[in-house]
């Protein structure tokens, strides 16, 4: 009898376990999928970077609410962590080491530049984290056998191939070379004087200055005894609105001029004043609407509907770079950053701002930059002739 009680009592014991197992089951899932994918990144709400940096943030932003508004990621919500990293290397580095070991993200997005994207990557490098870097193309980035960290935009070193190549059509065969001293602006500087050669331009003139010294006014002064047909300045923007008041200053306008990063901004024309008027500047992605890439369109009305303003390149790449990391994560439904890494290596995909494709150290070569200018008060593609949206000026 004795027996028999006991069998009964550890069947029942067993199927009440079981039981409670099978109800909790739906909660333990629950707890799960409400757990929110965390995305770190910093971005520069002040410093140099400042007014680039805005627009990456806002790409991210915009993505962040959208995910969500669609269930998330694996149907899990989507929570960006954010700091400011005031344009500073040394801050991003002590952000990301706080992004990964303290607050335990599960995923990280780059900052805003190649300095600061330098600084980023060596932490989630470290830490073999995925990073896409959305706002940064200098090529030291991709030459220290990192594996984990994908370009989105066209390198440095092309920037300046359509303002040179459409200055050599029309005969204008001489240019100067003045650009800030730090990765980016000298990869891009290189890559001007390269293809010039190609093209049959002559440099007259390349020499880098110190950002925020007195040295551009001495370096625009020699360009001016140069005289060459064509200036082109590489520098973070508050060097590009300063090299425009001291040519405004001095009086003195070659045929062409090519100033990267600040002429890209919506607001360009206001801040610099009538001397905008003709300014080339290499962009990676246009907010026209004839531009014909998938989801080009929506992106533009949902970002103006959003921040009231047109987004630049770095907005619509930062946008884009949010589109790669979902569609790995969706795809293969885990938060693997070997398998994400594999997953991106062998992209080849058209986002918001053209093709996405990396060669086998993460560069990436399937998207190529464009050239705007200014014409009448807003900013028209000029080249390559098939996207040209106005001929250009000189």
């Keep these: 009898m004795e027996e028999s009680f006991m069998h009964t009592w550890i069947i029942f014991r067993q199927i009440l376990g ?21 995305i770190g990144a910093t971005v520069s709400l002040s410093g140099k970077f400042s007014e680039p940096s805005a627009m990456v943030r806002d790409g991210y932003r915009l993505w962040e609410k959208q995910v969500n508004q669609h269930g998330g990621l694996m149907g899990r919500p989507v929570e960006l962590v954010v700091y400011d990293d005031r344009s500073d290397p040394e801050t991003v580095y002590k952000l990301y080491q706080k992004l990964i070991h303290r607050d335990r993200v599960d995923l990280v997005l780059s900052p805003y530049g190649t300095p600061l994207t330098l600084q980023a990557s060596q932490v989630s490098e470290a830490r073999q984290m995925v990073m896409l870097a959305c706002a940064a193309s200098g090529k030291s980035i991709w030459n220290r056998g990192y594996r984990h960290v994908f370009g989105m935009y ?64 001495t370096l625009l002064n020699d360009a001016v005894e140069k005289n060459a047909a064509g200036l082109i300045l590489s520098g973070y923007p508050p060097e590009g609105y300063r090299a425009l008041e001291l040519m405004q200053a001095v009086g003195w306008r070659p045929q062409a001029i090519g100033i990267t990063i600040a002429p890209i901004h919506p607001d360009f024309f206001r801040k610099a004043g009538p001397i905008a008027e003709g300014i080339f500047g290499p962009s990676q992605w246009e907010p026209d609407e004839r531009i014909p890439f998938p989801g080009t369109t929506k992106f533009i009305g949902d970002f103006q509907a959003a921040y009231n303003k047109l987004p630049s390149y770095h907005a619509g790449s930062a946008y884009a770079g949010c589109q790669i990391l979902e569609r790995a994560i969706t795809d293969l439904q885990e938060i693997n950053h070997a398998r994400i890494r594999d997953y991106i290596s062998s992209l080849d995909t058209v986002t918001v701002i053209g093709r996405f494709k990396v060669d086998h150290q993460g560069r990436q070569v399937g998207h190529n930059p464009i050239l705007v200018q200014w014409q009448n008060g807003r900013k028209e593609i000029v080249y390559p002739t098939k996207m040209q949206t106005a001929h250009p000026r000189f």
Excluded: C
């Design 18 to 38: 079981l039981t409670m197992l099978i109800l909790l089951l739906p909660l333990a899932a629950y707890g799960d999928a409400s757990k929110p994918i965390r």
């Design 154 to 217: 066209a390198l440095a070193d092309r920037y300046f191939i359509g303002m040179l190549d459409l200055m050599a059509r029309q005969g204008h065969d001489t240019v100067s070379i003045l650009y800030e001293d730090n990765p980016f602006n000298i990869d891009v500087a290189d890559g001007a004087e390269t293809w010039a050669n190609r093209f049959g331009v002559a440099v007259v003139l390349k020499k880098s200055f110190a950002p925020g010294s007195g040295q551009l006014r």
